[in-house]
């Protein structure tokens, strides 16, 4: 139960409830007192809790100078902990760019205000930002907002929804760049033609719809009873300011470990594969570093992914085919799978959907295709 003797306190004419909050002392060895102010017991409790538990997690909630140095300190000391390494990199990246020198900088955060954060939005919408992006950036200051009022640094929660208005998200055209029938049996050809070594990585993504980070991730244990196993990934992450491989055995979503069906002619590949990957690993022998992986780099690494994408655009020219990405062939994977009336459920269940909704959104494009046919098919029945 809220403790009910607080002191009380008029502020522009409403009545809030205050406590006066002891933190750790100045570095001139000063004492450093807060007041934290909220319109009810209960809320106010809610507030000094937050205070104690942030103290103990590495926020200064002293420093309250500035936007620029606490949120800093917060996004640091806080916001990033217990994300993924490759979450971590892609919010820097937004916080560098876009968030570390802009005009809400140098903005006191006690007097921060829902004007400030609408005049940033709209310097961002001028300067050609997208909307995407704008959200994106939002998304990660709400949570700084919210702590901020709870923190009882600013008196108004501005992490409220309508406390600011976005740019609005224009959708566009759900149409997934994918290969006609006709252009993959153009490609296969090409590869099988030209002894292309990456070969049967593409026809592995197009035979079981993996992401590319799924595939290069994948060991010989990974596959068995012809189905692949797929628990792990690979990205390309930023540490101590250098790229490095890591693999990851956290899924996208919940469903995304997964038991996916290897069609016959590409397990008959794979086993040739592996028997031409033991053969040359016994011949180079402790050149070889062996972590067991299906696709690995001649010395038996990880594939950097931008390496393989760079390789997979340059065999889809020579082919004479248009530039597509990687993706796209797991896109073209669900393509073929409609098209050959395998059920929605299923189709999202193979691909690893958090649910059946993602993927009717993802390929509504190939529902009206599918609806289209059905109808020429009621047609020609009566």
């Excluded at 217990?82 to 006690?110: A, C, D, M, P």
């Excluded at 939002?138 to 008196?155: A, D, E, M, Q």
Aim: aromatic share 10%; with cysteine.
């Amino acid at each position: 139960m809220a403790r009910t003797t607080y002191k009380k306190r008029l502020i522009d004419g409403v009545e809030y409830f205050y406590e006066v909050v002891e933190l750790p002392r100045k570095s001139n060895g000063k004492r450093n007192r807060k007041h934290v102010c909220a319109r009810s017991a209960a809320e106010l409790k809610k507030k000094l809790d937050k205070i104690h538990n942030d103290l103990y997690n590495g926020v200064d909630i002293s420093n309250t100078n500035t936007f620029g140095s606490l949120f800093y300190d917060w996004f640091y000391n806080t916001h990033l902990k217990n994300k993924k390494i490759s979450t971590q990199n892609r919010y820097e990246g937004v916080y560098n760019l876009y968030i570390r020198n802009s005009n809400l900088k140098n903005k006191k955060i006690k007097s921060l205000k829902a004007i400030d954060l609408q005049k940033f939005y709209n310097s961002l919408e001028n300067e050609n930002v997208s909307a995407n992006t704008i959200k994106i950036i939002h998304n990660i200051i709400k949570p700084f907002l919210h702590f901020v009022y709870i923190s009882g640094l600013n008196i108004r929660d501005l992490s409220i929804s309508g406390t600011v208005k976005l740019p609005k998200i224009v959708k566009t055209n759900n149409y997934k760049t994918v290969l006609s029938l006709e252009d993959q049996q153009k490609f296969i050809d090409y590869l099988t033609a030209t002894d292309n070594s990456d070969r049967l990585i593409y026809m592995f993504a197009l035979g079981t719809g993996l992401r590319l980070g799924e595939i290069l991730a994948l060991t010989w244990d990974d596959i068995t009873d012809g189905m692949v196993n797929v628990n792990k990934n690979i990205k390309c992450v930023k540490i101590d300011d250098k790229w490095t491989i890591i693999v990851q055995d956290t899924p996208k979503t919940e469903k995304s470990n997964r038991i996916v069906p290897i069609p016959d002619n590409i397990l008959s590949e794979l086993a040739l594969h592996q028997k031409k990957q033991n053969e040359f690993k016994n011949f180079i022998g402790d050149m070889y570093t062996d972590n067991n992986i299906v696709f690995p780099t001649e010395l038996g690494t990880y594939i950097d992914p931008s390496n393989l994408n760079r390789r997979f655009k340059k065999s889809l020219v020579k082919a004479g085919l248009n530039s597509i990405k990687f993706h796209s062939l797991r896109h073209t994977y669900a393509t073929r799978l409609f098209e050959n009336n395998v059920q929605p459920k299923v189709v999202s269940d193979l691909l690893g959907h958090k649910d059946i909704t993602t993927t009717l959104n993802i390929y509504t494009w190939v529902m009206e295709s599918q609806k289209n046919k059905a109808l020429e098919a009621i047609n020609n029945i009566f």
